[in-house]
């Protein structure tokens, strides 16, 4: 059984727990850096990522998430999450961890679109997928070695960067578990990987 932890400082947590059970995985939720050891893949949720910055420095997860990230093991951002996984943030002069290679804005469908739903198409997991967005980041840039899984109004709202995974919604507030169980079948592959 996959191993899959979550970030569990602030924000959405206990619905992606939900989700990877779902899913058939054994989920953990990551309060102390000593978690992070034994994990298959991570799931950065969504909340507020000035937030939850300040509490992985207050915790002192920054260095082991970037070792983490370096290890070769998946990662998975969502909304916040992605955020703090890009490379760049439009408008602030340093990211987070800055491993996936993507340019995010934050908040950026606009006041009227505080929070909304809208009807997906995405790439390898199938359509009509209802995602939630709330204060959403969008990808206003990709790096050559990502691939686009899903846009909306022309907007860039899921992307893979090898085993970087980060989309723009909150995908474990509904009960449709597919894009969760896609994370599970990227880090199981590279689990596989990593023992040949
Ligand atoms: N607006 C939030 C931020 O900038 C992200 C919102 C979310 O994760 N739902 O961190």
């Known amino acids: 059984m996959m191993k899959i932890g979550v970030l569990g400082l602030q924000g959405a947590v206990r619905e992606h727990v939900r989700s990877i059970e779902a899913c058939n995985a054994e989920a953990v939720v990551v309060k ?21 910055r300040r509490l992985i420095d207050r915790y002192g997860f920054f260095g082991p998430l970037k070792e983490f990230a370096e290890s070769g093991k998946p990662m ?9 996984l890009a490379r760049q943030i439009v408008g602030y002069d340093e990211p987070h961890l800055g491993v996936m290679d993507v340019i995010v804005e934050r908040n950026s469908f606009g006041r009227q679109k505080e929070s909304f739903e809208a009807d997906l198409n ?30 909306h109004n022309d907007r860039i709202v899921l992307a893979r960067h090898g085993r970087f995974l980060g989309c723009s919604f909150h995908p474990e507030l509904t009960d449709d578990h597919r894009l969760t ?6 880090v199981k592959e590279s689990k596989e990987k990593a023992v040949i």
């Open 32 to 52: 102390r850096v000593e978690q992070l050891e034994g994990l298959d893949g991570l799931i950065m949720p969504g909340g507020e990522s000035t937030t939850m």
């Open 76 to 84: 998975f951002g969502t909304c916040a999450g992605l955020i703090l």
């Open 122 to 151: 995405i790439a390898h997991v199938g359509d009509h997928f209802n995602a939630v967005f709330i204060r959403a980041p969008h990808i206003v840039e990709a790096g050559e070695d990502v691939e686009i899984l899903a846009k």
């Open 181 to 186: 169980a896609y994370f599970i079948e990227m």
